[in-house]
T-cell receptor, first 113, second 111 residues
């Protein structure tokens, strides 16, 4: 089944403890992206990648890192999480050319205490 | 600045009634346009998309949307809603290397 898989689905962590949220797609998509969703703010793009070894900042990149060493994987790294990063995170992928629209993962609900 | 506006944060309709969700965008030219649906606890699912050509596009789950260039709008419609349509709906546009989402409209269905 064609899908975007995120792990974990739920995560509670403490301030300052490094964490990684994994994202993997099995559709051979070139484009991958991370969004965070917060009440009243909608979805905001954190980082995106147009292909392997190519990443770029979205609208809210502060406090996050990403890497794209393989086409299928696009992990989101929080080096030193803070409570304002408590949010619902979505990974998404698309074939080359965003006109196809995204396939989204099921989301990761992160709580930083 | 490029933006997508969904004027209605919440909409409530009765089951069986018709539905229209509004979306306006601000761009210099016609972008790619999308509608997504997010059911509680789920990711976003693509309902339909518009690139060019026929301004009335059909999507999944009985939804359709109409692109109106003169109004910079891309409104989502459904002739008769079902209780399972209760969800949050997002309009989105694609320009350059980004997809930008509106803030969403939450749809409530009355039995």
């Amino acid at each position: 089944e064609a899908q975007v898989t995120q792990n974990p689905r739920y995560l509670i962590t403490v301030t300052g403890k490094k964490l990684t949220v994994t994202c993997s797609q099995n559709m051979n998509h070139e484009y991958m992206s991370w969004y965070r969703q917060d009440p009243g703010l909608g979805l905001r793009q954190i980082y995106y990648s147009m292909n392997v070894e190519v990443t770029d900042k979205g609208d809210v990149p502060e406090g996050y890192k990403v890497s794209r060493k393989e086409k299928r994987n696009f992990p989101l790294i929080l080096e030193s999480p803070s409570p304002n990063q408590t949010s619902l995170y979505f990974c998404a992928s698309s074939p080359r050319g965003l006109g196809y629209g995204y396939t989204f993962g099921s989301g990761t609900r992160l709580t930083v205490v | 600045a490029q933006s997508v506006t969904q004027p209605d944060i919440h909409i409530t309709v009765s089951e069986g009634a018709s539905l229209e969700l509004r979306c306006n965008y601000s761009y210099g030219a016609t972008p790619y346009l999308f509608w997504y649906v997010q059911s509680p606890g789920q990711g976003l699912q693509l309902l339909l998309k518009y690139f060019s050509g026929d301004t009335l596009v059909q999507g999944i789950k009985g939804f359709e949307a109409e692109f109106k260039r003169s109004q910079s709008s891309f409104n989502l419609r459904k002739p008769s809603v079902h209780w399972s349509d209760a969800a949050e709906y997002f309009c989105a546009v694609n320009r350059d290397d980004k997809i930008i989402f509106g803030k969403g409209t939450r749809l409530h269905i009355l039995p």
